[in-house]
Every structure is written in structure tokens, then in C-alpha cells.
């Protein structure tokens, strides 16, 4: 086994390890992983099976139900348009197309050069700020299509900066 | 060991100790965040510090007026507290400069004031959005800091538990619930005392109180509000429930990702046990009880209430079969009552003043206050606590303003995707659980969508019904089925292909899941198509016979996530993930 791989399962046990509350299952540790990796590798269902006294099986049918789990590495840009119905009277389709087309999607996924994610949200719980979409952790409301636009390609170049 | 004379003590020195300078909070709960309040909040404090004055800067919670964020709130000794509305960095330096070293109080940038005079800036107590407000369940938000035991004792809290534990006997708890009429604010509506009853009688020691804090229904925010703005009040809630029905520990599910209502209610269960608050032999009164937060994943079916023990086991978040009931067989196997986070918060203030205080508040059959969240085209979204009775207009217009366009309104969407929608002329019934339901809307969570006559309601009603085929957890197939069915009929003929027959099709298959379906996701998911057939038949018959939209809002192509899961979309959601191992 290759140390890379000694490695990330170093980090999918410290995840596993490190949960702060009383009550650890298959879910709590598959989120506490998906918190520290940002997916979910092979790797994490063979370790929380192992963790929980569960079956790769059991790990799988739980890990393939929430829809917030990831299979492969996110790129460094995570962007959660909201879908919620008060967004879209506000126009979060117009929202969606300005971000679509700043990172060069059709829709929900990666882009070719790894650098964003797009997935829809069901609703942001920012409502009352809607249309609203998020970057990573961080929630961003009153959003128009320029602002939007703005906002996604910003991040990419400060980060290149 | 603490007593609740000593922690009061200390909460009163505490808060006596804030009042000696000036006193800047700043509404930091997600909707205050998604409008820039970081950077406010960061402006503030490096104008205090570059003038190197004395003040408190305190990161606070909602108070409901979302319109307003960034809402700023400056209190100086002595003097009312006033609210600055929609505050900008720039703006919040200008008030370190004017209003706390020149004592220029910035009327043209305030919103209005609490608790006293101040010329030119008009009293929130009279402001429309506020003056029908009687805050019970939300009395603190906005005004102590969320996680801090002593503003919350120095505000009156842990005076309802304290009285139960040393006067009250287990079912006098509930009978003054009972009596205060109060009943479940998390969709159903169910008498709160009712079902406290029924975990009573269930045989202990292990016994759950399960709070649900799922609050999936988009235009619903006012759980997670909660807890960001005064995560105490429903601990003291949760234990009085507990303490009421002989249950031993308390769970609060949260939905992952949202990481302020997470960690306040972490952070504040932490304290509850360091105060003898929680844990063993609380208040020296021999009752002991444990909360704990646990975290579901994305699935909005997980807070349906037996997907929710589901989840809180780590399994997949798919209903159970009842019966057996959650008071007889719940999460893991023991007895267990599933309240909502508002059901519960209003508990405290329910007996330290009784319920009769209560059951005076609002209509005959809908007792106490509804916290409506209002958004969509309103004029100040945001979520306000009224009593029951007040009717849709009043809220509607006078406390959210009317729309936000100018536009008449066509359509309210109450009640989360589940729930339905109202047409406009509704507008006079009463805020009620009964009379909404009557009408064909419900009041569900509290979620008041208000949309102009520039919406379309097959447009509408094709997002509702987009979120629950997509939220379906594909337990049992009319549901499973029948939205994915229902969706495509409306796609169809939301692009002007629809047919004559395609009414009668959606009637028969809401028909078939309201039957055949196991929770309430598949038996209430015509309730949108139903009640928007109701209110605006003609949007449906202009599209079917013209194959036009009568308002334009119908796109050929609408980017909505559609599949019956798991199918995989780039890295997320299930699929041959590993082929290449
Ligand atoms: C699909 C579905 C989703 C639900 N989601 C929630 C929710 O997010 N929050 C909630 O309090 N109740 C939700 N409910 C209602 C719960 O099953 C349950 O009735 C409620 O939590 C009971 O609390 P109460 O008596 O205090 O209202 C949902 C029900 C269904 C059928
Ligand atoms: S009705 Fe829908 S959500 Fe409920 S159990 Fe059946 S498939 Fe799942
Ligand atoms: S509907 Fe978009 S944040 Fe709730």
C-alpha cells in the first residue's frame, strides 16, 4: 500500500475518531469524513464499515441516499445555486445560466479543469435574501445575474493571484 | 451544586454589566450573513478599535426584520436601543464616528427604536412590520447573544423549568400544556399535551424526545432561526418535555451544513450541562436529562418523523410503517415523541405564565402564535410572530408591505412544497390551521410564499413538484412513481404540449399516491397541483388549449435537478463510483 493511501486512511480514521458527540453511527461518520475530505473515497466506506461493525453494503446503501455526499474530489470551488421556490419566482434560473456560463457548464458538476463544482440546492434557508446561491460554506443573497457572475469568477482569480 | 437563585444572581451581574457602555450587536443568523453582515461586523470593530473606545460589539441572532439586514442595533447607557437597517461597512463606520464620539444619532440611517425616544428616529414599537408582533417563542432573538446562558436567564429564562421541577408534578406539566391548547407547529398540528400523554404512559427508563429541526420546506426558516437567534429557550423546552413525559434524553436533528443553528445548539447544550442545567440531578430537584445534536444529510423526507429516527441511526432516512407508534416503538426501539423546534420553544414561557395565558392568545382552535416567514415578490421578507387570527391581508400586506413590484398578488404558496396554494381573493380568510386547510392551502411550517401576477401557476407548480420528485425517497413506488409521472405531465404542459386528458391524468395519479403512499410526502403531494387546479384553472387551460403561457414565466428549458435517486450528476449522488478500484 502506498504511502498516499496510508495517508488518507490516516485522515478517514482521525475523521472517524474526532466526532465531538456521544452518538456515532454510519451517518454521523460518513458526514464527519465528507467534512474533513470533501468526498467520500472508496477508502471511507471500508474504514466506517470497519468503524460501525456494518457491511460495505450497509455503508453504500446510506452513503448513496443523501444527496450532499460526493464520490470523486470536489474542485477547490464549490457553488450552490438555490432551486427553492422562492428563489425561482426571484429568478434563480437567470441565477443558474450567469453561473453556468461563467464556469462553462450545462448543468450540475465538475468543470473539465477541475477548478469548480455545481450543484443545485433545494433551498439555502436564505429566503428571505433570495435569489441566493452559496460558495463553499459562505451564503450570498440579493443576487442578480451580473452579481452572480461576479462573484464565481472572482474567486477563481483571487485565487490564482 | 447551582441553584436557580444563584445562576439568576449571576445572570442579572452579567447583564447589569453590559448596560455601562455602549452596546453594538450586530444580526449575524444566516439571512443576516447572506447580506453582509461578516463585513459589517468587521468594520465595526476596526472602528472601535482605530478610536479606541470602550464598547461591546456582540454578534447576535435574527430579529425577524430581514428586509432590514445588515441590522445593526446600538444601544448607549442609558438610552433606548436603535436599529440601523440595511448597514453597509462604510455606513457602520460612519456610526462609530457619528453616533458614538460626536452623539449624532444618524437618523436618516435608522430603522427605529426600542424602548424609548429618540428625536427623529420613529419607535419600532410602531412600525407595521412590527406593532402586530406578540413574541413568545421568539421574545430574545435578535436581543441576547444565542449561546449565552446568563442573557438568557438574565431575560427570564430557566424561570419555567425551575418552577416545574420544584412545584409541578410530571402530568400537571402536561395538563397546563394541554390546557394552554398549544398545538405541533411542524406541519400536522397535532395537541401538543395529546401526544406527551402517550409517551407518559409508555414504559420507561429509556425514553426520547426527539426535536425536529430538519426544516427542508424552502420559504420555511423560522427552526433554524431559532436556534441561531436563542438556542435556550428550546433546551429549556426540550427538558420540560422531557421532565413532563419521563423521557431521559433529548435529541435535536439538524440537517448538515447549516453551521450556525449546529453550533449554537452545540455550544449551548455544552454550557446547559456546566450550569446543571442538563445531565445529572438537575437543579438539585433529583431529574436528570441529556440533549445531544445529531446531523442528518440532505434529504428532506428525513424529517418526516419515523425517517427521522431512521436517520438519527445512521440509516437511510426511508419512513416506517406505523403501527407501531413512535410513543411505543421509536428510535431505537424505545418510546419517543417527535416535536418541532417552535412547538417546543414556546413551552418555557407556556409554564411560567400558565397556559390559560396562552390559550387566550389567537382563535378558538389555533391557540398561542404563528411564526410566518414571508418571501417572495413581499416588500420586507422576513418572519414575524402574530396571533393566530390575524388574516392573510394583514399579514400580507400590512406587516410584509404588499409585493415588492407594485403588482397585485396572484398566489400564496403556503405551507412548504406539501402544503398548496391560495389565489389571491383568499386573501380575508383568517391565519388559522383550520380555516387554511379549509381553504386548500395548510399552514404547515409557517412558509408564506407571496407571488405577483406575473407568476404562472403551472410554472409554480412545476418547481413544487420538481422538489418532491426529487426529495422522493423511492420507498414505495405510487409516490416514487407518481411524481416522476406527475412531472412530466406538467413539463408538458408547461411547454404548451399539454393535452386535454392531462388534468384528469394528474387527478388520477394524485389520486392513486394520496391512497397508496406511506408518509405524508406521497399521500400530500397533489395538494400543490389540486389546490393550483382550484385557484388558477385558467393558467392550466390557457397553456393546454392555446399552448401558450398567459404570463410568460413558463421557460421551454428549466434547469431543475429531475431524477429518482440515486443517479449520479458529476461527483455527487450515488453511481459505480469506485469501477476504476
Ligand atoms: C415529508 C415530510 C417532511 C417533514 N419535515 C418536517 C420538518 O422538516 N420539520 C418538522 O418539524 N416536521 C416535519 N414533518 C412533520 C413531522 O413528521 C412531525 O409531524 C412533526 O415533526 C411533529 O412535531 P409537532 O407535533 O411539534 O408538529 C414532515 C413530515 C413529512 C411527511
Ligand atoms: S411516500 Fe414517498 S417519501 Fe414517503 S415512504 Fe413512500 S416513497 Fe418514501
Ligand atoms: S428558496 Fe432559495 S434560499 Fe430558500
Redesign the interface.
Known amino acids: 500500500m502506498s504511502s498516499h493511501q496510508e495517508d488518507l486512511r490516516q485522515r478517514i480514521r482521525q475523521a472517524i475518531a474526532g466526532q ?4 456515532v ?7 464527519a469524513v465528507q467534512d474533513a475530505l470533501g ?1 467520500l473515497p ?1 477508502e471511507a466506506i471500508e474504514e466506517v464499515a470497519t468503524r ?1 461493525g456494518a457491511t460495505i453494503n450497509d455503508v ?15 474542485g477547490p470551488h464549490t457553488v450552490e445555486v ?9 429568478g434563480a ?1 437567470a441565477i ?2 450567469a453561473v ?1 456560463e461563467a464556469v462553462g457548464l450545462p ?4 468543470t473539465p479543469d477541475g477548478r469548480y ?4 440546492n ?9 435569489p ?1 446561491l452559496a460558495l463553499g ?6 443576487m442578480t445575474p451580473e452579481t452572480a457572475r461576479r462573484l464565481v469568477e472572482g474567486v477563481n482569480q483571487g485565487e490564482a493571484s | 451544586m447551582s441553584t436557580y437563585a444563584t445562576l439568576e444572581q449571576e445572570a442579572r451581574s452579567q447583564w447589569e454589566a453590559l448596560q455601562g457602555r455602549p452596546w453594538l450587536r450586530v444580526g449575524m443568523a ?2 443576516g ?3 453582509g453582515a461578516q463585513e459589517v461586523l468587521d468594520a465595526l470593530r476596526r472602528a472601535l478599535e482605530r478610536h479606541g473606545l470602550p464598547a461591546t460589539l456582540t454578534p447576535v441572532g435574527c430579529l425577524g426584520l ?2 432590514a ?1 445588515p441590522l445593526v442595533d446600538i444601544q448607549k447607557p442609558g438610552r433606548p436601543r436603535i436599529f440601523y437597517q440595511r448597514v453597509t461597512p462604510q455606513s457602520a463606520e460612519a456610526l462609530v464616528e457619528d453616533y458614538l464620539l460626536r452623539d449624532n444619532p444618524r437618523p436618516d440611517l435608522a430603522l427605529g427604536t426600542l424602548g424609548g425616544q429618540v428625536a427623529g428616529i420613529p419607535p419600532l414599537e410602531e412600525h407595521p412590520a412590527w406593532k402586530p408582533q406578540v413574541r413568545i417563542a421568539t421574545r430574545n432573538c435578535g436581543t441576547v447573544e444565542p449561546a449565552n446562558l446568563w442573557h438568557y436567564i438574565a431575560n427570564g429564562g430557566y424561570r419555567g423549568l425551575a418552577k416545574v421541577l420544584a412545584e409541578m408534578k410530571p402530568a400537571q406539566v402536561i395538563e397546563e400544556v394541554s390546557k394552554s391548547g398549544l398545538r405541533g407547529r411542524g406541519g400536522a398540528a397535532f395537541p401538543t399535551g395529546t401526544k406527551w400523554n402517550f409517551l407518559a404512559r409508555a414504559p420507561g427508563p429509556t425514553k426520547y424526545i426527539l426535536v425536529n429541526c430538519e ?7 423560522n427552526d ?1 432561526g431559532i436556534l441561531e437567534s436563542d438556542p435556550f429557550t428550546l433546551i429549556e423546552g426540550c427538558t420540560i418535555a422531557g421532565y413532563a413525559t419521563g423521557a431521559s434524553k433529548g ?1 435535536v436533528f439538524i440537517r ?4 450556525g443553528p449546529i453550533t449554537l445548539t ?1 455550544k449551548a447544550i455544552a454550557e446547559a450541562y456546566k450550569a446543571g442545567l442538563l445531565g445529572q440531578n438537575i437543579l438539585g430537584s433529583g431529574f436528570s436529562f441529556d440533549m ?9 423526507v428525513s424529517g418526516e418523523e419515523t425517517a427521522l429516527m431512521e ?7 426511508m419512513p416506517r410503517s406505523r403501527p407501531p407508534f413512535p410513543a411505543q416503538v421509536g428510535l431505537w426501539g424505545k418510546p419517543s415523541n417527535i416535536n418541532n423546534v417552535k412547538t417546543l420553544s414556546y413551552v418555557p414561557e407556556i409554564v411560567a405564565k400558565g397556559g390559560a395565558w396562552f390559550a387566550g392568545i389567537g382563535t378558538e382552535r389555533s391557540k398561542g402564535t404563528a411564526i410566518v ?5 413581499i416588500t420586507r ?3 414575524y410572530e402574530v396571533p393566530f387570527g390575524l388574516t392573510l391581508r394583514q399579514v400580507v400586506e400590512g406587516i410584509g408591505g404588499g409585493t415588492s413590484t407594485g403588482r397585485p398578488i396572484k398566489l400564496l ?1 403556503t405551507g412548504g ?1 406539501l402544503g398548496g396554494v391560495l389565489g389571491a381573493e383568499r386573501l380575508d380568510i383568517a391565519l388559522d390551521f383550520d380555516g387554511m386547510a379549509q381553504a386548500g392551502a395548510i399552514f404547515g411550517s409557517g ?1 408564506v ?1 407571496v ?1 405577483d401576477d406575473t ?1 404562472c401557476a403551472v ?2 407548480v412545476r ?2 413538484v420538481a ?1 418532491c420528485q ?2 422522493s ?1 423511492g420507498k414505495c413506488f405510487p409516490c416514487r412513481l407518481g411524481f416522476t409521472h406527475m412531472l412530466e405531465v406538467l413539463e408538458r404542459i408547461a411547454t404548451g404540449q399539454g393535452r386535454p386528458a392531462d388534468l384528469e391524468a394528474m387527478r388520477t395519479i394524485g389520486q392513486a399516491m394520496s391512497l397508496g403512499s406511506l408518509c405524508g410526502h406521497g399521500q400530500l403531494g397533489f395538494n400543490p397541483v389540486q389546490s393550483a387546479l382550484r385557484f388558477c384553472a385558467d393558467d392550466f387551460r390557457i397553456h393546454i388549449e392555446e399552448g401558450r403561457c398567459p404570463t410568460g414565466a413558463c ?1 421551454p428549458v ?4 429531475r431524477r429518482t ?2 443517479q449520479p ?7 459505480h ?2 469501477a476504476h ?1
Open positions: 465531538p458527540q456521544p452518538t453511527t454510519i451517518l454521523s461518520s460518513l458526514l468526498w472508496a460501525t453504500w446503501a446510506v452513503a448513496s441516499f443523501y444527496t450532499n455526499f460526493r464520490f470523486s474530489p470536489p438555490c432551486w427553492g421556490p422562492t428563489c425561482h419566482l426571484l434560473q443558474l445560466q453556468q448543468g450540475e458538476g465538475d463544482s455545481l450543484k443545485l433545494t433551498c439555502l434557508g436564505a429566503c428571505a435574501q433570495a441566493a460554506h459562505r451564503i450570498y443573497g440579493r | 444566516i439571512c450573513r447572506s447580506a430581514c428586509f439586514e426544516e427542508g420546506d424552502p420559504g420555511a426558516f433554524k435529541y448538515h451544513g447549516h453551521e452545540r445531544e445534536v445529531v446531523l442528518t444529510g440532505e434529504s428532506y436517520a438519527i441511526e445512521g440509516k437511510r432516512a416567514c414571508l418571501s417572495g415578490h421578507p422576513g418572519w404558496q412544497p412558509g410564499i407571488a407568476t410554472d409554480m418547481n413544487l422538489f426529487f426529495e425517497c421557460r428549466l434547469s431543475l435537478p435517486r440515486p450528476v458529476g461527483g455527487w449522488y450515488a453511481r463510483a469506485y478500484h
